[in-house]
Every structure is written in structure tokens, then in C-alpha cells.
């Protein structure tokens, strides 16, 4: 039987930094720039069409196996994105650098995130969905993510905290950020939300702020329960938490699993206060 070649149908759409990027409907090889958007790619059901990711795109577990690496979110391998001939690459303001993806913007359709909120995550999603021609599952993705974290019981007194993301320098999550607009929903009060972004942190203004808890992140900086005594040493009053980075900082699919995580940090602090 004689198959048919794909028609594609330009179309035009505005990216999350504003930008008109015009991209052959439906995009048939994609390449992920960013790890919380190749995993919705994937829940997406376009495993098939993502022929490039990033070495950090860790889930799901086969997608470095199933598509070429084409370097990591900073350090892009022009040569082996140039093989794949890709119709649509996707990346974040964030976490890729602004020469590399201008680089790319001037060979193909390069379609950019911008996430500092709870929306502009659930947005994300829903355009995604759109370029890829997956609106509807995008739809019911963002609808399931939005209604869960919504229902998390709002805590009348939130606990303050710090979040670390860094050590040497120690480094924490401040105003402007994904994890700033997520500490309230797990029941914290950012104590460094006077900073902006990712502000360096001395322990001596650690101390002067005096957190009630101190939560450290399992990404981008691998805390593990072995630095917990350092912070200890800081703030003793202070209860220090090792957390999973990626239900905290993953503005993807990943978010299904946030609720659930983040009722159970609250019942795991709230044994200690």
C-alpha cells in the first residue's frame, strides 16, 4: 500500500519570552533542551518524535537511550543537533544560555519557556501541547496538576524556611524563582525572599535569619543527609531536611507527584513543631 508523505502546516505561535516562532504542524523531530520538559514530552505521548535530549534528562529512565544526547542545558553539541535535523526544539530561558540558543533560533524553530510560577508552569504545558498537536492530553495534564496543587490545605501559620540549592557557595532559592512560589504551597515562608533568584548566603546571614526549618535540596547541588550536622552547626533550632529537588523545581509533568510529596514533608514537620 502506497503511504503518503506527512503534511506539515506551518504554524505561527508566541513563545513565553515573546518571541513569534513558526513551526512545521505536527513536528515530527523534536529535541528537548530542558529535563522537566522532555518528561512531559514523554507523558505526552511524543516519545517517538523526541530524537534529541540533554545528559540531565534523567526521566523517563530510557530517554537517553531512545534519543541522541546532544550535550547538557549549558553546553549545547551543535554537530550532533545538526544530524538530527530536528523541526522544533524546545528549551527555557533559565536553564539553557542565551548564545547558544540564539545559535540555534537562526537554523530552526526554537520554541522557549519562562517559568517563575505555579501558571506559567500549567501555560507551559498547555502550549506545548498545542505546537505538538497533544492539546487535548496537555489539557487534561494541566487540568489534574493545577486542581491537586490547589487543593492542598492552606497552613495558617507557615513555618519559616531557607532552600538551598548550593554549597560552596552556599547558595539558596529567593524572590522571583519556581521554588519561591512553591514553598508556600508545602506550608514554608521564605525567610531570604527579600533577595532575588539565586542569591549567595554567608552562614552568618543564615543565622541572623534563623529559620525554622532548613530545607536542602537533592538538585541542582546533591545535598545528602551527611551535610545536615553543617547546617545543624548554624542554626541549632532549626530542623534540616534533605528534600527531592525535582518535586520542588520540575515545572513539568513531574508536578503530578508534588501534592502528595509535599503533604508528606508537611506531616513530617509538623511532628517536630
Known amino acids: 500500500m502506497l503511504q503518503l508523505p506527512l ?97 540555534l533560533t537562526a537554523d530552526y524553530p526554537v520554541w522557549m519557556s519562562d517559568i517563575f510560577t505555579l501558571g506559567d508552569s500549567l501555560r507551559m504545558m498547555r502550549q506545548v501541547g498545542l505546537i505538538t498537536g497533544t492539546q487535548a492530553r496537555a489539557e487534561r495534564l494541566a487540568e489534574e496538576i493545577g486542581s491537586s496543587l490547589q487543593a492542598l490545605p492552606a ?29 508556600p504551597r508545602a506550608g514554608f515562608r521564605n525567610v531570604f525572599s527579600a533577595l532575588g533568584r539565586y542569591p549567595e548566603v554567608s552562614a552568618e546571614q543564615l543565622a541572623t535569619a534563623a529559620p525554622q526549618v532548613i530545607l536542602l535540596s537533592s538538585e541542582p547541588y546533591p545535598f545528602q543527609e551527611k551535610h545536615v550536622e553543617e547546617f545543624r552547626a548554624i542554626c541549632p533550632n532549626a530542623q534540616v531536611l534533605v528534600v527531592d529537588g525535582e518535586l520542588f523545581s520540575w515545572y513539568g509533568s513531574r508536578l503530578r507527584h508534588t501534592t502528595a510529596y509535599f503533604e508528606q514533608l508537611q506531616n513530617e514537620v509538623a511532628r517536630t513543631f
Not at 8 to 20: A, E, G, H, K, Y
Not at 57 to 79: L, M, S, W
Not at 89 to 100: D, L, S
Request: include cysteine; charged fraction near 20%.
Open 7 to 103: 503534511v506539515q502546516t506551518p504554524l505561527t505561535v508566541t513563545d513565553q519570552i515573546n518571541r513569534r516562532v513558526v513551526v512545521p504542524f505536527p513536528p515530527q523531530r523534536i529535541v528537548s533542551l530542558v529535563p522537566s520538559q522532555t518528561e512531559l514530552l514523554y507523558d505526552l505521548g511524543l516519545g517517538e518524535r523526541v530524537v534529541g535530549v540533554t545528559k540531565f534528562c534523567i526521566h523517563p529512565a530510557g530517554a537517553r537511550k531512545q534519543a541522541q544526547v546532544i550535550g547538557g542545558t549549558k553546553n549545547f553539541n551543535f554537530e550532533h543537533i545538526a544530524e538530527l535535523k530536528p523541526d522544533l526544539i524546545i528549551g527555557n530561558k533559565e536553564e539553557n544560555y542565551q548564545e547558544g540558543i540564539e545559535q
Open 155 to 183: 497552613v495558617a501559620e507557615p513555618l519559616s524556611a531557607a532552600y538551598f540549592i548550593w554549597r560552596k557557595p552556599y547558595m539558596v532559592a529567593a524572590a522571583g524563582t519556581f521554588i519561591d512560589d512553591m514553598l
